[in-house]
């Protein structure tokens, strides 16, 4: 049986709008544990404020659709999310084992915007182009961002572990 592209977009909203909201869970755990970083902590944070934005961005283009963002696949992203943050909790170098996960998640996250435009061009659902369009500079940048922190980051890491610090937070 084939899609038409109203369903696939609608499909990609959700699955976004899913990804977006595992992103919120995992950088909220992350960010209180974040007090010797500074640098990325603030990072996260600015990214959690503009999350919130494409969240919304996301369920405006839902809503107008008449659609919700899919329970289910937020249930299994968000326990993912959730185990992905708790996993490196226990390890001595939590910061880099994240920082590390965080770029590889930003890129995703560009991958998913990137398929999200073109599938609502294909679907003629240009309403909300621009506000995608934000979304994915929005991850471009935290992207760079991130990959600019993880020298700063391994560095503050070995700076506080070879002093016989706690380096975790």
Do not use: C, W
């Amino acid at each position: 049986m084939a899609l038409d592209t109203r369903s696939l977009y609608v499909t990609a909203l959700q699955n976004t709008h899913a990804l977006e909201m595992e992103a919120l869970q995992i950088m909220e755990r992350q960010v209180e544990r974040l007090q010797r970083y500074p640098e990325t902590e603030a990072a996260l944070r600015r990214h959690i404020q503009e999350t919130h934005g494409q969240r919304d961005r996301l369920e405006q283009a839902l809503s107008s659709l008449s659609e919700s963002p899919s329970g289910a696949k937020e249930s299994v992203l968000g326990m993912m999310g959730n185990l992905a943050a708790v996993a490196h909790a226990p390890a001595q170098d939590e910061v880099l084992k994240n920082v590390f996960a965080n770029r590889a998640f930003e890129n995703y996250e560009i991958a998913a915007y990137m398929s999200l435009l073109a599938i609502a061009e294909a679907a003629g659902q240009s309403g909300h182009l621009t506000g995608f369009e934000q979304s994915l500079k929005e991850e471009q940048t935290m992207a760079q961002t991130i990959a600019d922190l993880v020298k700063p980051t391994t560095l503050r890491y070995l700076e506080l572990t070879t002093s016989g610090a706690k380096a975790d937070r």
